[in-house]
């Protein structure tokens, strides 16, 4: 019964460095959404996942962001070459499905700070 | 293109009094839902409340209610006998029907005082 989760929680590292996000979305929930969160800004759409399929890439900021999601469960954000505007919270959402109504569950993110 | 206006970085408000946070929205679309969300300093977001489009009649949960008026583009959200618990980030949120993301207002601090 447990909620979205994210690991890291923090992540320090430096300009140029790759950097991995896992989340670990409630069991059962088909799909998957990554938003972005920079300081003083509302949350910005990265990506949509329907099972395994990426159906909405569309706020990817550059090709350094990529995402998969493997077994219709876990989902990896890759940023590669790190630059210090990447620094925000990233947030991962589940829903059962696609259904518009649907409440989006949230994780407690990732603070990533680029040095 | 959608977008979401929260015009009020920060509120304030006494304990056990009412508040009101301001949200405007932009569509061209006459079908979607709005939410609003509360993000304490854990950083989880909370669904707070939900508004279809189509209906008229406010939405309402509890101490939460939002008075929804479609013309004006606007989606406020009352927060009644405001309790300390409630400090903490509010966002409002858009979502068409034709797309799987939410659109997000920049959001609205509540402080809360005793």
């Known amino acids: 019964g447990a909620g979205v989760s994210q690991s890291p929680s923090n992540k320090v590292t430096e300009k140029g460095k790759d950097v991995e996000l896992r989340c670990d979305p409630i069991s059962g929930h088909t799909a998957l959404y990554w938003y972005r969160q920079s300081l003083g800004q509302g949350l910005e759409f990265l990506i949509y996942f329907q099972g395994n399929s990426a159906p909405d890439k569309s706020g990817l900021p550059s090709d350094r962001f990529s995402a998969e999601r493997t077994g219709g469960s876990v989902s990896t954000l890759t940023i590669q070459r790190t630059q210090q505007e990447d620094s925000a919270v990233y947030l991962c959402a589940s829903t059962p499905g696609t259904y518009i109504y649907n409440e989006q569950f949230f994780g407690p993110g990732t603070r990533l700070t680029v040095l | 293109a959608q977008t979401v206006t929260q015009s009020q970085p920060e509120m304030s408000v006494q304990e056990a009094e009412t508040v009101t946070l301001s949200c405007t929205y932009d569509?061209?679309?006459?079908?979607?839902?709005l939410f609003w969300y509360k993000q304490p300093p854990s950083r989880q977001m909370i669904l707070v409340i939900r508004q279809e489009a189509y209906k008229q009649q406010n939405a309402t949960e509890n101490r939460f209610s939002v008075n929804f008026q479609k013309a004006a583009k606007s989606f406020s959200l009352k927060i009644s006998d405001s309790q300390l618990g409630d400090a903490a980030m509010y966002f409002c949120a858009y979502r068409s029907v034709n797309t799987d993301k939410l659109i997000f207002g920049t959001g609205t601090r509540l402080q809360v005082f005793p």
């Open positions: 569509t061209s679309e006459s079908d979607y839902y």
